[in-house]
């Protein structure tokens, strides 16, 4: 059975820094595109960052480029999203996602196969 957890939420003042971890387990992700998306309160789903299976390559939404840094662990079934500089508006649920494949610049949160419960994220201004 497959399953995602993620971790690293919390509350912390604009400007800071938070670092989401996720595991996954139940299969070797070896082969799986890794993602974040975030979900604040009345929104739809968001896509923030994808990054391929090997790690090599990355994909982020424009509202987070240059501020968070997406990347994996060395076993491919560990994933981080590294949030620098945030900001009230980077308030939400954060998931984390996986698909099967190698097209790792994939936004639409309806082609990932497998999630996680979310970890909550909030920012003070």
């Known amino acids: 059975q497959v399953q995602l957890v993620e971790s690293g939420g919390g509350l912390v003042q604009a400007g800071g820094s938070l670092r989401l971890s996720c595991a996954a387990s139940g299969r070797t992700f070896t082969s799986y595109v890794m993602g974040w998306f975030r979900q604040a309160p009345g929104k739809e789903r968001e896509f923030v960052a994808s990054i391929s299976w090997s790690g090599s390559s990355t994909y982020y939404a424009d509202s987070v480029k240059g501020r968070f840094t997406i990347s994996r662990g060395n076993t491919k079934n560990t994933m981080y999203l590294q949030m620098n500089s945030l900001k009230p508006e980077d308030t939400a649920v954060y998931y984390c996602?996986?698909?099967?494949?190698?097209?790792?610049?994939?936004?639409?949160?309806?082609?990932?196969?497998?999630w996680g419960q979310g970890t909550q994220v909030t920012v003070s201004s």
């Open positions: 996602a996986a698909r099967y494949g190698y097209d790792y610049a994939r936004s639409d949160f309806r082609v990932y196969d497998y």
